[in-house]
């Protein structure tokens, strides 16, 4: 039987998942308010929460 362990995701990556659920927020937020400043934060706030992702990938390119 195989083992049903996830492995766990990383920080990076889950960052970079919060962030789009962000946008997915900030887009409805967007719409209830009729205002474009909850997905403007939103966008802001995916943008750094990816930059992390972004110095991992580009960390294990510089490695090989």
Do not use: N
């Not at 962000?22 to 706030?45: F, K, Q, R």
Request: proline letters at 6%; charged letters at 15%.
């Amino acid at each position: 039987m195989a083992s049903s362990k996830r492995k766990p995701l990383s920080p990076a990556l889950r960052g970079y998942i919060v962030g789009q659920t962000l946008i997915v927020a900030g887009a409805a937020a967007m719409v209830l308010t009729e205002s474009y400043l909850p997905m403007a934060l939103a966008g802001s706030a995916a943008l750094m929460l990816t930059v992390p992702l972004v110095r991992h990938i580009a960390t294990k390119r510089r490695r090989r």
